[in-house]
């Protein structure tokens, strides 16, 4: 068990005051990610391959034609699944299942709507997502630590203010946790992720692409700061 940090009590030449501050801010996501389900199936396992590996090459060069919209775009596991007949002896091989998952991370939103309907439309192709994010060096979170301190700041002159004297000295700011990282507790909420699948098949006509709104990203953040106080008169 961690041992608790001794809290720096100030002195009456030295009075300290504690405070939280915290930001939260609403902005627009950055990227937007999609995984891709590509399947086949067949009596044989040459026939399974040979379809997979001809979906899998139809989904990559789809998501490919969108040029710079496409920020990243992997494959993920593959698998091939021989399925036993139901009844009779031995391990007789009824049919045989083959997937490869892809993962695409796109930053034009208004190519998502139409590129997540043409893979739709693919032959046994199934798109999930988006998973709406920010990068991890977005601006974004650089701004919501710059207003938590500036927060922490106003709040300790309140402070001050209350008892008639003035900020003298910054003691310390520290990240929430980061004098004991085990008894940390994120205050940041998840982003909600809005899932929308779709399995489609070739068809003669074009479908109509889907019109995405994008999920605005909850960016959050929280420092403990102390200060030094001149000597109210109390």
């Known amino acids: 068990m961690a041992t608790p940090t001794a ?6 030449d030295a009075p300290r005051i504690a405070v939280r501050g915290e930001a939260h801010l609403e902005v627009d996501p950055e990227l937007a990610r999609i995984t891709i389900t590509v399947g086949a199936r067949g009596r044989d396992r040459r026939t399974a391959l040979d379809d997979l590996t001809r979906r899998n090459t139809a989904a990559l060069d789809l998501v490919k034609t969108y040029g710079d919209a496409v920020e990243r775009l992997e494959t993920g ?19 045989y299942h083959g997937t490869v998952h892809i993962t695409a991370e796109l930053t034009d939103f208004t190519a998502l ?5 043409r893979l739709a439309d693919l032959e046994l192709t199934r798109v999930d997502g988006p998973w709406w ?12 630590r710059q207003q938590a301190v500036t927060e922490a700041v106003q709040r300790a002159r309140e402070y001050a203010d209350a008892l008639g004297t003035t900020l003298a000295a910054l003691v310390e700011i520290a990240d929430i946790g980061a ?3 085990e ?3 994120s205050a940041a909420t998840p982003a909600r992720m809005r899932n929308v699948a779709y399995s489609g098949a070739a068809e ?11 999920q605005r990203q909850h960016v959050y953040a929280t420092v403990n700061a102390r200060f030094t106080m001149t000597p109210p008169t109390l």
Do not use: C, M
């Open 77 to 95: 596991t593959f698998s091939i699944t021989p399925e036993l007949t139901k009844h009779g002896r031995g391990e007789r091989v009824r049919t």
């Open 113 to 117: 709507g139409e590129l997540t309907t």
């Open 183 to 185: 008894a940390y507790r």
């Open 179 to 181: 004098e004991n990282p």
């Open 204 to 214: 003669d006509l074009a479908a109509v692409p889907l019109d995405l709104e994008p």
């Open 7 to 12: 809290l720096p009590y100030g002195t009456p």
């Open 133 to 144: 994010t920010l990068r991890p060096t977005s601006p974004a979170h650089r701004q919501a």
